[in-house]
T-cell receptor
């Protein structure tokens, strides 16, 4: 059973549109959730963390968490070509200590 | 802004050779991690390190792997006898240990085993 699942994409959106990225996780007891951005050949770069149900906004990014449905999403408003990257969902699973469990990532392409 | 650094950025080695990957975590952080990412695959946890000892390790982290904090700043991953399947990007990460465990990643070392 996969622990953190993401659609691999690619997800293509036009410049200026809203990109919606989704992630589901198997462990109902998970408490901490993270979105990282990874450009090709580079390391994961933290975008946002979220711990409570609801929305958390930071600039053009909004993370949404629904623990009852076991999903976390990332919305990117006013998408720019520079947002084109792979977005990784990472979760602290219950009993997993401090390690992060990553999904496979969703590739986002923002088209001019 | 403090950041995690890693050296070397690239390493090519022959199968069976030992390699040491080096990391300098963010200075006030208490937890250190190694992850790896095989080309085209997801980021996988290898090991976490706290208070000068391994706190958790994955099934990947077998006897050919070891970690060390040789001084107050460096954190190293040693692979004793490299295999072809060890070819991957290796990322070091650190977190501050305050309980909200946001992990910050270094730029990675690309290891190629021939």
């Amino acid at each position: 059973q996969k622990e953190v699942e993401q659609n691999s994409g690619p997800l293509s959106v036009p410049e200026g549109a809203i990109a919606s990225l989704n992630c589901t996780y198997s462990d109902r007891g998970s408490q901490s959730f993270f979105w990282y951005r990874q450009y090709s050949g580079k390391s994961p770069e933290l975008i946002m963390s979220i711990y409570s149900n609801g929305d958390k906004e930071d600039g053009r990014f909004t993370a949404q968490l629904n623990k009852a449905s076991q999903y976390v999403s990332l919305l990117i408003r006013d998408s720019q070509p520079s947002d084109s990257a792979t977005y990784l969902c990472a979760v602290h699973l219950t009993g997993g200590g401090n390690k992060l469990t990553f999904g496979t990532g969703t590739q986002l392409k923002v088209e001019l | 802004e403090p950041e995690v650094t890693q050296t070397p950025s690239h390493q090519v080695t022959q199968m069976g050779q030992e390699v040491i990957l080096r990391c300098v975590p963010i200075s006030n952080h208490l937890y250190f991690y190694w992850y790896r990412q095989i080309l085209g695959q997801k980021v996988e946890f290898l090991v976490s390190f706290y208070n000068n000892e391994i706190s958790e390790k994955s099934e990947i982290f077998d006897d050919q792997f070891s970690v060390e904090r040789p001084d107050g700043s460096n954190f190293t991953l040693k692979i004793r006898s490299t295999k072809l399947e060890d070819s991957a990007m290796y990322f070091c990460a650190s977190s501050d240990g305050t309980g909200i465990e946001t992990q910050y990643f270094g730029p990675g070392t690309r290891l190629l085993v021939l």
